[in-house]
């Protein structure tokens, strides 16, 4: 197997099946615990309250109380002295393991070999040196960039994670051609220069929850009381699609993180994909519309707290949001992938098509 394909398929190995994962449509401490009832695990076994400095993170939902302790573990609180263990979150030797910080850089360690890869909170991408199609998608992929390392095609063709990552393989292999998602660059289109990436999905069926055609960086390292800077141009065709970027931990259960969404009737704005997924949306009175068939310019701002971190959008210069809430899911989480594309497409009548050019990450203004 050549490197190419090593590192895109060793990338995705994380990757969940979003399709199952909004089947439950509950916040994502709660949906691991009713998980684990469906895959057969049993009633939980009642303990003794974990004590407070071994909690990272605890919040109620719906009148129950939740905690999430250091160790990974996910307990519910029955009351002041019985809590129920009710699944394991996240590995806490996993996330350590894989960075190392040397001379204030960090890495990302490659768990099969050991390999580091300086993570990239800085990055700047014109996709002006890429072949059009599968040949330019190889390049895109290719470890020598050191950029993107994961391709997600999910739709009603291959509606699961064995499905698409098998579709992957055999189009970078050169066996076969797309299915109903593609990702590729594309000269049909360019805001700056002469080419851009396209991605495009199917209108979703009826027994799909979601459809995806993105790309995804694994080397971003962001953790709270950062700053996340992000600009990029946006060409959208036939329908709007729910959500263009994904800033996420792959670590934890369901991979939450915060998200640029398009909410109905199409506003920029952004949701939490964790615990009660607070959303924040543009005020009704002077949202924009976001327009089809057109460049658009889109800048936001993240500053990363599980409590009182900060969300600002602009669109084509003028901000469209400034609010504050969480936008980590818990004290300690640390987003290592950034999803750019159609990481998310619900509607059932109409296809999407998304131009994406001129891309921009940074953690400083």
Known sequence: MDRAVFWILKASVMQVDSSKAILFPL??????????????CGEPATIQPVPADEIEFSTSIDGTTWHLGKDGNLYRELDAAAWTLENKVFDPDEIRNSYVTENEVTYRIAPDDGRRFVTRNEIQESFEDLDEGITG????LDEKRLLWGALT????????????????RAILAG???????????SRVQAHGGKGSVRFSAPARPDDLITCKASISCPLVYFRNGDDFWFEAAFYVEDSLPMTLVDLETEFVAEHPGIRLRLFPPGTLGAELKALNKPQFRQPEDRSVQFPLNQWVVVKVHYHLSPTDGRIEIWQDGIQVLDSIGPTLPYPSAIYNSLEVGISSHHDSERGSTVYVDDLKISSQP
């Open 137 to 140: 998608l190889k390049q895109l």
């Open 27 to 40: 916040p994502m401490l709660v949906y691991v615990a009713v998980l684990c009832q469906f895959a057969g």
């Open 175 to 185: 066996e076969r051609d797309f299915a109903d998602c593609r990702v590729e660059p």
């Open 153 to 168: 095609l999910q739709s009603g063709e291959t509606p699961e994670v064995a499905d698409y990552v098998e579709l992957r």
